[in-house]
Nanobody
Framework: QAQLVESGGGLVQAGGSLRLSCKAP???????????MAWYRQFPGKERELVAS???????NYADSVKGRFTISRDNSRKMVYLQMNSLKPEDTAVYYC??????????WGQGTQVTVSS
């Protein structure tokens, strides 16, 4: 079973919304709640870039390009992290990855989910 499982990607028209979800099925509650979580995206031929992050203490950061449009949240009881994406633009088209940094264990990645925004 994968460490992180993303879902919610797909095809949407510009101006539309999508909600990405990431579950950590193999985490116990204490591990997930103490982890920093984030969403990254990767454009073809480019390196992954940070979209949004939420720390174990719920400190949140966003890339300038998504501020005011995207919202990251987490539900520790469900071991889930979400990315609500509104007012999507064609330039948001990318593969989105869930990222987890576990204390004393390292960094983990999901398999990625494709988001395509048509103009």
């Amino acid at each position: 079973q994968a460490q992180l499982v993303e879902s919610g990607g797909g095809l949407v028209q510009a101006g539309g919304s999508l909600r990405l979800s990431c579950k950590a099925p193999r985490n116990i509650f204490s591990v997930f709640s103490s982890s920093d979580m984030a969403w990254y995206r990767q454009f073809p031929g480019k390196e992954r870039e940070l979209v949004a992050s939420i720390s174990s203490g719920r400190s949140i950061n966003y890339a300038d390009s998504v501020k005011g449009r995207f919202t990251i949240s987490r539900d520790n009881s469900r071991k889930m992290v979400y990315l609500q994406m509104n007012s999507l633009k064609p330039e948001d088209t990318a593969v989105y990855y869930c990222n987890q940094v576990r204390p004393n264990e390292g960094t983990f990645w999901g398999q990625g989910t494709q988001v395509t925004v048509s103009s």
